[in-house]
């Protein structure tokens, strides 16, 4: 079958650096997305990665390994707004997206 | 603001009540998306719509009904719910069928099935 997985909860202090995991086993790959959603609110596109490498975008960056079915977002300097839900989806051979079912972060003073 | 807007954003509903949700984007995509988030759960996609032609449907049970009039609005009706059902429903849209397109979600809606 396929599968996302992905921590369910992680904590960091405002100021640090915080690295998110994710690790799939899906039917073919055809990129790997990160979108970010606050408490009730819509999720919003973070990073979308297709080739092996590392992506930067300001304090937020997505790494790719597709012969290790794995994926991390960077978060540098945090900031109490960035505690959200952070979500991992894999678009799959029929071009199908999988998700993940989300890493809370919870950014402490 | 993500150009994609969701009504109601709340909604509280018996079984034997029938209901529609309303979803309209603004950013003159052709795709449009209704997916499912439970708690502690992953997305589960339930409808793709392709220039408003349904081409996806994940095995939903009939008691959840789509219609997509135009490309710009999607609407999903419910009958004869179970408590399971309860969750937020998100609605999200694309510039084409090809999922590699980033889609923009609208904030849902949160339904309650008592």
């Known amino acids: 079958g396929q599968n996302i997985d992905q921590p369910t909860e992680m904590t960091a202090t405002e100021g640090a650096i915080v690295q998110i995991n994710c690790t799939y086993q899906?039917?073919?790959?055809?990129?790997l997305f990160w979108y970010q959603q606050h408490a009730g609110e819509a999720p919003t596109f973070l990073s979308y990665?297709?080739l092996d490498g590392l992506e930067e975008k300001g304090r937020f960056s997505s790494f790719l390994s597709r012969s290790k079915g794995y994926s991390y977002l960077l978060l540098k300097e945090l900031q109490m707004k960035d505690s959200a839900s952070y979500l991992c989806?894999?678009?799959?051979?029929?071009?199908?997206?999988?998700w993940g079912a989300g890493t809370k972060l919870i950014i402490k003073p | 603001e993500t150009g994609v807007t969701q009504t109601p954003r709340h909604l509280v509903m018996g079984m034997t009540n029938k209901k529609s949700l309303k979803c309209e984007q603004h950013?003159?995509?052709?795709?449009m998306y209704w997916y499912k988030q439970s708690a502690k759960k992953p997305l589960e996609l339930m409808f793709v719509?392709?220039?408003?032609?349904?081409?996806e449907n994940n095995s939903v049970p009939s008691r959840f009904s789509p219609e997509c009039p135009n490309s710009s609005h999607l609407f999903l009706h419910l009958h004869t719910l179970q408590p399971e059902d309860s969750a937020l429903y998100l609605c999200?849209?694309?510039?084409?069928?090809?999922?590699?397109?980033?889609?923009?979600f609208g904030p849902g809606t949160r339904l309650t099935v008592l």
């Open positions: 950013l003159g995509h052709n795709a």
């Open positions: 719509y392709n220039f408003k032609e349904q081409t």
């Open positions: 989806a894999v678009s799959d051979s029929n071009y199908q997206l999988i």
């Open positions: 990665n297709v």
């Open positions: 999200a849209s694309s510039q084409g069928p090809d999922i590699t397109d980033t889609q923009y």
């Open positions: 899906t039917s073919g790959f055809n990129g």
